[in-house]
């Protein structure tokens, strides 16, 4: 792919990016909604709640200190940085050499941690509870995720990206190892972007419960920006996904825009059928005790486990 035309797709996928995450958060609503038997907000509602926030001056609690007013621009920028390193609907994009695995998950462990410090500086009980929770699931749901690189790494011979999205594209992954890793990556996927269906000692609970925790002290365009920034990370691991297990549905390194036109409406289409998937989970899957989440993490740690296990046995075979 030329320089201008790895600049095009770049361009053309941040654009994506910025205006599909609210959309995809919306339908997840929509499908949320009508499995509860109710009609629910509409698809643009995302958008409007950002717009009216962006409208509002943010308040900031008086002991607080610069890390709360420094966290949302920290938080946006590290994962808008990893989203535009994760390709939507082709490889060969500029700046695709930097696309590293290790890269693009310590991108987000940045925001993860950005947000959880501020909401411990501002003292409340309840942001420094969900920060505690969020932070103790990264660290048990980490190990699980460089399991995956480490097979991808043994299949690719690399971490980057597109190298390892180079080489499933021809063919050269092993079926059982791949499937493994896809089946570990689900769970981390839900677990990063907390969709976990967490119930509390009421009975009652939403997904996104210590997440929402650490959100209390912020509003104004604050609440906006680590708002957006949750839903481009639902977008990256959207992406992800697709990257490393149906690279086939990405245009290449060398395809002209006809070619992308085609790819960015596969890309839609998986974007949809996730986003539904999503919503019918949270739904329809019994939640579980906060207590009964690491047993979840550890199921996927174990299919990681396996996924390497595998991937050598077949190399030593070979």
């Known amino acids: 792919m030329s320089f201008v035309l790895s600049v095009l797709a770049l361009l053309l996928h ?53 890390v709360t007013s420094g966290a949302p621009v920290v938080v946006l920028a590290a994962t808008m940085a990893a989203g535009l390193l994760v390709p939507s609907f082709a490889l060969g994009m500029a700046g695709g050499s930097a696309a590293d695995l290790l890269v693009v998950a310590g ?34 749901a980490e190990p699980g995720l460089l399991l995956v690189v480490l097979v991808f790494v043994g299949l690719a011979g690399s971490s980057d990206l597109e190298v390892s999205a180079g080489v499933l594209r021809e063919g050269g992954g092993r079926s059982v190892s791949i499937g493994l890793a896809a089946a570990a990556m689900l769970p981390l996927a839900l ?67 006809f070619v992308w036109v085609l790819a960015i409406i596969g890309w839609g289409l998986r974007v949809v059928v996730a986003c539904v998937a999503l919503g019918g989970f949270e739904m329809l899957v019994v939640r579980v005790r906060p207590a009964r989440v690491p047993h979840f993490i550890g199921a996927a740690l174990l299919l990681g486990v396996l996924a390497v296990i595998f991937l050598f046995v077949g190399a030593a075979g070979a």
């Open 14 to 66: 941040a654009a994506l990016l910025i205006g599909v995450a609210p959309l995809a958060g919306g339908l997840v609503g929509i499908v949320r909604a009508r499995l509860g038997g109710r009609a629910g907000a509409g698809l643009m509602q995302p958008w409007r709640d950002l717009a009216r926030l962006l409208r509002k001056q943010p308040v900031v609690a008086e002991q607080a200190s610069f």
């Open 107 to 140: 991108l987000l462990a940045t925001a993860r941690v950005g947000l959880a410090l501020a909401a411990m500086d501002a003292g409340s009980g309840m942001g420094g509870l969900g920060a505690s929770r969020t932070m103790l699931v990264g660290v048990l």
């Open 191 to 257: 677990v990063a972007n907390a969709r976990m269906p967490v119930q509390d000692q009421a009975g009652g609970g939403e997904p996104a419960m210590a997440q929402a925790a650490m959100m209390l002290e912020y509003s104004g365009w604050h609440l906006a920006a680590i708002e957006f920034a949750g839903s481009v990370r639902l977008l990256i691991w959207i992406g992800l996904l697709g990257a490393l297990f149906s690279p086939q549905l990405l245009a290449g390194a060398g395809s002209g825009p």
